[in-house]
């Protein structure tokens, strides 16, 4: 179990000794591999622990590796996640404005936070633009209806609420043939493979 009273800026793992990537930044590009749809998953955690540890993993200590890699991103947490209503990327500037206002400063300026320090800050944010974000996706998921002020929100954000879809490469050279023989076709682009198309990222 992790000290979670300490910051680990290196992971001794089976009586051997890392260092580790623990900046915030490095754990949001590691986020960002993991959530790439054209890699393949063991080549997106190969190289999630590659970014994480200083040195190379040795190939019998990588079951080690992989199970600490995963505990130092949710900060010791066990549970499971829930549904996916936050995106590190698409929700950043409604993240770092409520983490700025948490930490008083600009965190992007500062040369080094590590990683558990800012999920605390963001843990210590006070309502805002994500709260209203993430309480409308969940309403939405859930199939609830929105009171009017959230439908006014959702009007005038619709791009800002709703989460983008991660598609491969091919996933989207698909939709892109879908759409041009509906094109070619005339058929109605309200069809639920063109709308599932359009929203695709």
Not at 72 to 92: E, K, N, S, V, Y
Request: proline share 6%.
């Amino acid at each position: 179990m992790m000290d979670l009273w300490q910051l680990p800026v290196r992971a001794t793992l089976d009586g051997q000794t890392f260092d580790l990537h623990t900046d915030y930044r490095d754990i949001l590009e590691i986020f960002s591999y993991l959530e790439d749809p054209d890699l393949p998953e063991p080549v997106r955690w190969r190289i999630a622990l590659a970014l994480f540890y200083e040195q190379p993993v040795p190939e019998d200590m990588l079951q080690s590796a992989l199970d600490y890699l995963v505990d130092f991103l949710q900060c010791g947490q066990t549970d499971r996640p829930g549904p996916r209503l936050m995106d590190w990327q698409h929700d950043a500037q409604a993240i770092l404005a409520g983490v700025n206002r948490v930490a008083g400063k600009e965190v992007r300026a500062l040369p080094y936070v590590h990683w558990w320090s800012f999920l605390s800050w963001f843990h210590a944010m006070e309502p805002g633009q994500l709260s209203t974000l993430v309480s409308i996706r969940q309403r939405l998921r859930q199939g609830k209806p929105l009171e009017s002020w959230q439908k006014e929100f959702y009007r005038e954000n619709r791009r800002a609420v709703e989460l983008p879809v991660r598609r491969s490469s091919l996933e989207k050279q698909q939709c892109r043939q879908l759409l041009a023989r509906l094109d070619r076709e005339g058929e109605n682009h309200g069809t639920k493979e063109s709308a599932l198309c359009r929203g695709s990222g």
